[in-house]
């Protein structure tokens, strides 16, 4: 597979001067298979550039609505007492860069780009409700998806093979959600962003685990009715059973 990666890159590498084009960039996959037994992936990007340069790759998951909950005491208790609403939360997200993403972008930029975790555009559909509460929300977001491996805690490596040849390795972990995801390569050249490039993934369940899925989805009743069945079937098949002992 490495070898075949690189071949192709060389070929990118080759044909990138000829279509004038400063950065061209391309997955080794652009479908993860999700089966019964997945323990998650690694997502490996390739490319080249017409010259020197720094890249950064961005992994960005399907973004959904997410509620983040405050606990607080209650008569000795502890229950939810606040919630906050993030409209679109990415369900995952990674970097990797040839260098400290502090060194190659300025504050302004990384946050125009949302380059780094501390710079993904977080907001609840209202910020100006409760503004001086996001930070403190936003910090449990990103804490309970860094703890899940949703988030990366640190940026990976963009590895230059020579001096336009590239590549980057971006892990999936086994939580992660279905759905299209967004690949985005950035040049990089004395602090500014040259060209950016995006590049679809697709990350989706197949075989037996996808059917009960769907099933699970479009049948819910039907489903729930078979669950409940099948949990009875074996409590009655577990009381047979210790009544013989």
Same mark, same amino acid.
């Given at each position: 597979?490495?070898?075949?990666? !690189?071949?192709?890159?060389?070929? =990118?590498?080759?044909?990138?001067?000829?279509?004038?084009? @400063? =950065?061209?960039?391309?997955?080794?996959?652009?479908?993860?298979?999700? /089966?019964?037994?997945?323990? #998650?992936?690694?997502?490996?990007?390739?490319?080249? *550039?017409?010259?020197?340069?720094?890249?950064?790759?961005?992994? /960005?998951?399907?973004?959904?609505? *997410?509620?983040?909950?405050?606990?607080?005491?209650?008569? %000795?208790?502890?229950?939810?007492?606040?919630?906050?609403?993030?409209?679109?939360?990415? /369900?995952? +997200? #990674?970097?990797?860069?040839?260098?400290?993403?502090?060194?190659?972008?300025?504050? $302004?930029? =990384?946050?125009?780009?949302?380059?780094?975790?501390?710079?993904?555009?977080?907001?609840? @559909?209202? @910020?100006?409700?409760?503004?001086?509460?996001? @930070?403190?929300?936003?910090?449990? !977001?990103?804490?309970?998806?860094?703890?899940?491996?949703?988030?990366?805690?640190?940026?990976?490596?963009?590895?230059?093979?020579?001096?336009?040849?590239?590549? &980057?390795?971006?892990?999936?972990?086994?939580?992660? *959600?279905?759905?299209?995801?967004?690949? $985005?390569?950035?040049?990089?050249?004395? %602090?500014?962003?040259?060209?950016?490039?995006?590049?679809?993934? =697709?990350?989706?369940?197949? %075989?037996?685990?996808?059917?009960?899925?769907?099933?699970?989805? $479009?049948?819910?009743?039907? +489903?729930?009715?078979?669950?409940?069945?099948?949990?009875? &079937?074996?409590?009655?098949? &577990?009381?047979?059973?210790?009544?013989?002992?």
């Amino acid at each position: 597979m490495k070898l075949l990666v !690189l071949a192709i890159a060389l070929l =990118l590498i080759h044909a990138a001067p000829s279509r004038a084009q @400063p =950065l061209v960039a391309d997955l080794s996959q652009h479908l993860v298979a999700i /089966t019964a037994g997945f323990t #998650g992936a690694d997502i490996v990007m390739f490319g080249a *550039t017409d010259g020197p340069g720094d890249v950064v790759v961005v992994v /960005t998951g399907p973004p959904k609505p *997410t509620i983040v909950r405050r606990k607080g005491r209650l008569a %000795g208790i502890w229950v939810n007492r606040e919630s906050m609403l993030f409209a679109d939360a990415p /369900t995952f +997200y #990674g970097v990797a860069s040839s260098k400290p993403i502090n060194e190659i972008l300025s504050p $302004q930029q =990384l946050d125009r780009h949302q380059v780094g975790v501390d710079h993904i555009r977080l907001l609840p @559909p209202n @910020p100006e409700a409760r503004r001086d509460d996001i @930070p403190e929300f936003r910090e449990a !977001l990103v804490r309970a998806r860094q703890r899940d491996g949703l988030y990366a805690s640190e940026p990976g490596k963009v590895t230059f093979l020579g001096e336009r040849l590239f590549r &980057a390795r971006v892990v999936l972990p086994a939580k992660v *959600t279905t759905g299209p995801y967004r690949v $985005q390569v950035l040049l990089v050249r004395e %602090g500014q962003v040259v060209t950016v490039q995006t590049t679809p993934l =697709l990350v989706s369940k197949i %075989g037996f685990s996808a059917d009960v899925f769907d099933f699970a989805h $479009q049948e819910s009743a039907f +489903y729930g009715l078979i669950a409940i069945l099948i949990a009875a &079937a074996a409590g009655w098949t &577990a009381a047979a059973a210790f009544r013989r002992i």
